[in-house]
């Protein structure tokens, strides 16, 4: 008689990898997997970016980022990772030794005192690898507001549009 194809199985050594609380996005680059979290081990402790070897399904490192970082990208040959760390920069990571190599400031438009404003997405641009768009959002006495900033990761130089300025842009 003829015999039932055999189910896939997944094996037994596969286990989850735990990284911090509160994780936000992931991008993988060659073998490893970078994996934002909003905390630490434990609510309430800084962000980080846990580096997975997606081969062995281990933790290689915890790259403690200061903020909480919500958004990856990849750079376009695959060589940094920039991550949005929800506070006033962009950090950017370089894969091969997975280290935090550079801290960026992205510019704060809120006019006077009040209100809270994080760097809340990242984006490398698909035409030209050498810029990156970082998305704030902020929030003061008028209501919720957005700008982006453009960086180039050539020469460091940042500029930021609102979106107010953008919107009258003809």
């Known amino acids: ?9 997944i094996p037994a050594t596969n286990k989850p990898v735990i990284v911090g609380v509160s994780p936000t996005d992931v991008v993988v680059v ?16 800084p962000g980080n ?6 081969t062995s ?6 790259l403690a980022v200061g903020g909480s970082p919500r958004s990856l990208t990849a750079s376009k040959d695959g060589t940094r990772i920039y991550a949005a760390d929800n506070g006033n920069s962009v950090v950017v990571i ?7 190599t550079q801290r960026i400031t992205v510019p ?9 404003s994080y760097v ?3 984006a490398v641009s698909p035409v030209n690898g050498h810029l990156i768009y970082a998305l704030r959002t902020y929030y003061d006495g008028t209501g919720p507001h957005s700008s982006i900033s ?21």
């Open 1 to 9: 008689a003829p015999q039932a194809p055999s189910s896939p199985t």
């Open 30 to 45: 060659g073998k490893y997997a970078y994996v934002a979290s909003d905390y630490g081990d434990i609510a309430g402790s």
């Open 49 to 54: 970016v846990s580096v997975i070897d997606t």
């Open 57 to 62: 399904n281990q933790l290689v490192k915890t």
């Open 94 to 100: 370089d894969t091969a030794t997975n280290t935090i």
């Open 108 to 116: 704060d438009p809120r006019v006077g005192d009040g209100g809270v």
């Open 120 to 122: 809340t997405d990242v």
């Open 150 to 170: 453009k960086i180039n990761t050539d020469t460091g130089a940042v500029s930021t549009m609102t979106m107010a300025q953008i919107n009258d842009i003809d």
